[in-house]
């Protein structure tokens, strides 16, 4: 697995590919396959958000929990689908929170968020596999413990990223990032569940580049397309 992870993830990240809880979770995801259970995203994309985004790139870190679960969905980005599939709900009101904080942004025509991950954007879930229509199946098999690891690495050897915490498993992760160093924007989840309750109006997408803008660099382009 370490063997998939882009190279200056690799250099920071390397250790971890020899705990016990990496080679538990090596193990769980081959037994899984091994019983012919469909895993999504496909193995080539479980670590995307590392292939578009390298280390001493991330500018902001949106934190989602687990990967899309239906065919031809998840391919390695938080909250991102494959071009040609129907947007899922919490996407959709992403994109409605965008079309109300800029008025030239367009409603995407398909819900990839890659250009986003090559701007700077980590979209990082907790888990990074599940097992076809098994929504948070693989949860407490180790992906948590490694994603962490993303997040504190993020936090001590890195300065002034934006992380976006949504909803209150997002949030708990703020134990792992210093506020004096780092910026972190706190809102409701964008799920129909709890899009009402300050995720629609939290203007963070405008803050980002905002924080950016007033630290000399350049701002996300928002527009997926």
């Given at each position: 697995m370490s063997g998939q992870l882009e190279e200056s993830w690799k250099k920071v990240l390397q250790d971890e590919f020899e705990k016990s809880y990496m080679i538990n979770l090596r193990s769980f995801l081959k037994t899984e396959k091994t019983a012919s259970r469909t895993i999504y995203p496909e193995s080539?994309?479980?670590?995307?958000?590392?292939?578009?985004?390298p280390f001493d790139k991330v500018k902001v870190v949106?934190?989602?929990q687990d990967p899309y679960h239906k065919p031809n969905q998840a391919h390695g980005l938080s909250f991102s689908v494959q071009k040609?599939?129907?947007?899922?709900?919490?996407?959709?009101?992403?994109?409605?929170?965008?079309?109300t904080e800029f008025k030239d942004f367009k409603y995407p025509s398909h819900g990839n968020l890659t250009k986003w991950a090559d701007q700077g954007v980590l979209l990082l879930n907790a888990t990074l596999t599940v097992?076809?229509?098994?929504?948070?199946?693989?949860?407490?098999?180790?992906w948590e413990v490694f994603t962490d690891k993303v997040i504190q690495t993020l936090a001590e050897q890195r300065s002034?990223?934006?992380?976006?915490?949504?909803?209150k498993y997002a949030q708990a992760k703020s134990a792992l990032i210093d506020p004096n160093k780092h910026h972190v924007l706190?809102?409701?989840?964008?799920?129909p569940f709890s899009v009402h309750k300050g995720f629609f109006g939290n203007g963070h997408f405008s803050r980002v580049n905002e924080i950016l803008e007033k630290e000399g660099k350049t701002g996300i382009d928002w527009q997926v397309g």
């Open positions: 080539k994309d479980i670590f995307s958000a590392f292939a578009h985004t949106i934190l989602g040609g599939m129907q947007f899922p709900p919490s996407l959709q009101n992403i994109f409605k929170e965008l079309l097992g076809a229509n098994k929504p948070g199946s693989h949860q407490k098999q180790g002034g990223i934006i992380f976006l915490l949504w909803g706190i809102s409701a989840h964008p799920s």
